[in-house]
Every structure is written in C-alpha cells, then in structure tokens.
Nanobody
Framework: QVQLVESGGGLVQAGGSLRLSCSVSGRTFSTRAMGWFRRTPAGKDSEFVAAINVSGSRRAYADSVKGRFTISKDNAKNTVYLQMNGLKPEDTAVYYC?????????????????????WGQGTQVTVSS
C-alpha cells in the first residue's frame, strides 16, 4: 500500500512563495513517477500542475505555472516537492500529490489524473491579492 501525505500549504500574499512537500510511504517510491494536481472551489476536476519522471530528469508543467513552479524529487527521503514562486490569487486551490499504480517506464511522466492511483489528502493554498 502506498500512502501520500502533503504539507506546506498556507496563506500567502500575491507574489509570495510556498514549498509543498509530499511524503510517500512504501519501498517503491524511487521507482515511481509523481505528479501534483490542484482543485479550486469552483473546479469539478483535478487540474494538472506538474509531473516528474522516476529519476527526476524529466519534468512537465501546466502552462499556467510554467516558469513559476518547480517540481523535484528526493528518492532518499521518499519525498516530492513543489516549489511555488510568484504566486497569484488564481493559484488558490487544494493541492494534491499523486502516484501511479506501478513503476512504469523510467523515462515517462504522467499528466492525466486517471494515470494516477494513489492520492494524498490535499493541502490548502490561499493567495491573497
């Protein structure tokens, strides 16, 4: 069983920064790609934010966060991070980390919610204007 626990959310002014962390239990973290998604109060679905492959050598970002957010992965600590700089009010959402069911290719990352099986409980990020 894989369990994910996010932390690091909070209230920040526009232009500020936050770093989200996602601690992952299980022995296979180092062989998994990981992703971050978010859901706004008005959103029905989880919006893709960022993804990273097994080794951390390949990353993908939503256009809305490109150049401001950075995803990284520390396999020794079983943790994936999302560094968020230049935050905007429209970034306000609950942020979730996610892991796929199996290890998959070491080259791939995944951007669709249905490619992920395991999800954290989410952490609230609120950006005031």
């Amino acid at each position: 069983q894989v369990q994910l626990v996010e932390s690091g959310g909070g209230l920040v002014q526009a232009g500020g920064s936050l770093r989200l962390s996602c601690s992952v239990s299980g022995r296979t973290f180092s062989t998994r790609a990981m992703g971050w998604f978010r859901r706004t109060p008005a959103g029905k679905d989880s919006e893709f934010v960022a993804a990273i492959n097994v080794s951390g050598s390949r990353r993908a970002y939503a256009d809305s966060v490109k150049g401001r957010f950075t995803i990284s992965k520390d396999n020794a600590k079983n943790t994936v991070y999302l560094q968020m700089n230049g935050l905007k009010p429209e970034d306000t959402a609950v942020y979730y980390c996610a892991a796929p069911y199996s290890s998959g290719s070491i080259y791939d990352y995944y951007t669709a919610p249905d490619e992920y099986t395991y999800w954290g409980q989410g952490t609230q990020v609120t950006v005031s204007s």
